[in-house]
């Protein structure tokens, strides 16, 4: 039997940071494991993130290039009715921090129902990510002329009690329209950010450095998942399917891992 906590952030949510995984390998034989299909969600959205709080499962429809959701709710699994319930109130990708909830939206982020940050006037607020007491958030307006597109960062531990206050020296602008973080990750008081496009940006206490730059912006290159593997970082890059990592201030591609399995295409694939 193991047990620990999970770092990872896949898409869209970053795995509870209070939830314990414990697994079990069978001494002998194997387990009889029953799956089981979810029902359908009674919704005109399609492509659901699951993310869990509170010990409870969740999905939500993310926005796609700055709109709004097609479905803005968030639905919870409710075990007992063995169906998914909307709950209005909830607001999607929250995270329990010394007991109280954090929450981003698209404008404005609550410690314990307390707003410490609204963004610019005409912007909204996007993907977020807490650690080493800073918190990042993307930061976008597509209406301005040339659009607003960015990462802002700002200090912050639980026991603050005023607003926050973007550092200017921590701001990362993100020039590709459209352009969204798909995934954070940390690894020994560094920050890892990936995008859509294939952009990979580390920060630390001298403020950001990019580690790779898209090569064309049009073509679909993504770096959209990281999980932390004991003393490194993996990056999961579609659509080689192959994996890069990070360690010891260094990006590299894992060149051929894993390996294609046979019948699988190589075009479009996800490690």
Not at 2 to 29: C, H, K
Not at 55 to 73: A, F, Q, V
Not at 240 to 255: M, R
Request: charged share 20%; glycine share 8%.
């Amino acid at each position: 039997m193991t047990a620990g906590f999970m770092a990872a952030y896949n898409t869209q949510p970053r795995s509870d940071r209070e939830l314990l995984q414990v697994s079990m390998r069978p001494i002998l034989g194997s387990l009889n494991w029953q799956l089981e299909r979810l029902p359908d969600i009674a919704s005109s959205a399609t492509g659901f993130y699951p993310f869990s709080m509170h010990g409870e499962l969740y999905i939500h429809n993310r926005s796609e290039k700055g709109m709004l959701p097609t479905d803005p709710r968030v639905y919870r699994w409710d075990d007992q009715q063995r169906q998914w319930i909307g709950e209005h109130s909830a607001q999607p990708y929250s995270e329990r921090i010394a007991g109280k909830m954090l929450s981003v939206t698209g404008t404005a982020v609550t410690y314990d129902q307390k707003v410490l940050l609204e963004p610019q006037p005409g912007a909204r607020f996007g993907e977020h990510y807490f650690a080493n007491g800073v918190l990042f958030i993307k930061e976008s307006n597509q209406q301005l002329d040339p659009p607003l597109n960015r990462l802002i960062a700002c200090r912050w531990t639980p026991e603050l009690g005023q607003p926050l206050s973007p550092e200017p020296s921590w701001q990362f602008d993100l020039p590709i329209p459209f352009e969204f973080m798909y995934a954070f990750g940390q690894l020994d008081g560094e920050v890892l950010a990936v995008s859509n496009n294939g952009r990979v940006i580390k920060f630390d206490s001298q403020g950001w450095t990019t580690l790779r730059t898209p090569p064309v912006p049009a073509v679909s290159y993504q770096v959209y998942s990281i999980l932390t593997f004991y003393d490194r970082l993996l990056l999961g890059h579609y659509p080689t399917g192959e994996l890069y990592e990070y360690a010891n201030s260094e990006l590299k591609l894992l060149a051929g891992w894993p390996p294609v399995l046979p019948g699988v295409s190589t075009a479009a694939r996800e490690a």
